[in-house]
């Protein structure tokens, strides 16, 4: 439910299609297993097919996670948990063919830390995307929610905030993000820079929801 819930927020932010693809930075091959050997296959890249390579590997990702792990409890296999140590490096390579392919970071991410508890390889690929990609606010949306989720880690949390701070900064950061990372601020005992999130929401908002919950919360951290 959590994972369903990041990605509806994200998808939520702006429609499917990707953007014109700039040009793509060296690829770096790697064969995941057996079945993505064709995403290797230099006459296949050669003809400029990287979206499409990019595609048929997401396919291959989803298959490979859909496919339950033997062995596993039935509520287990439901929720979507298992191992499948191939969900980073296949998200990688993915990445790696086309770096504006959103969903397919946000599925792998998604599922990464919401169903399988790997928040870290989570963070890691968000990471790399936004590096890639720095403009994608649904992969600094779905950073934030992982940092949500993780809170109660003071030193993972403090990494997100690093990795959201750009974002942060910019003008046309959108209200939710600076409103998650406001609470997150607040849950590891940042009041300060909690309350100048929330007092900025007061100051760029005419959201009456965002700007009473701004108001509530400078007010329980005790700032005026």
Known sequence: MELLWALAACAALNGATRQVLPPPPPIDVRIVS???????????????????????????????YGTPQAGLPEN?????GGDYPEIL????????????F?????YSAGSLAFNLKRTNEAVELLNEAIALNPGS??????????????????????QILKFLAPV????????FLKSMAAFLNAQIGKKRE??????????????????????LMIEKLGAR
């Not at 959103?102 to 946000?106: H, K, N, P, Q």
């Not at 992982?146 to 949390?157: I, L, P, Q, S």
């Not at 942060?168 to 209200?175: G, N, R, W, Y």
């Not at 007061?202 to 009473?212: F, P, Q, V």
């Open 34 to 64: 057996a079945e993505n050997d064709v995403l290797s296959d230099a006459g296949f890249l050669s003809l400029g097919m990287r979206r499409d390579a990019a595609d048929l590997g997401f396919i291959h990702l989803m298959l490979y």
């Open 76 to 80: 287990v296999v439901e929720n979507g």
């Open 89 to 100: 490096p296949r998200a990688r390579q993915i990445l790696n063919l086309d770096p504006h």
């Open 102 to 106: 959103e969903y397919a970071v946000i």
């Open 137 to 158: 606010v649904r992969f600094h949306a779905l950073l934030a929610a992982v940092g949500v989720k993780n809170r109660r880690n003071r030193a993972d949390t403090e």
């Open 168 to 175: 942060l900064a910019s003008k046309d950061c959108p209200t």
């Open 194 to 215: 909690a309350v100048a999130l929330y007092r900025d929401i007061l100051a760029t908002t005419t959201d009456a929801g965002y700007r009473r919950l701004a108001q």
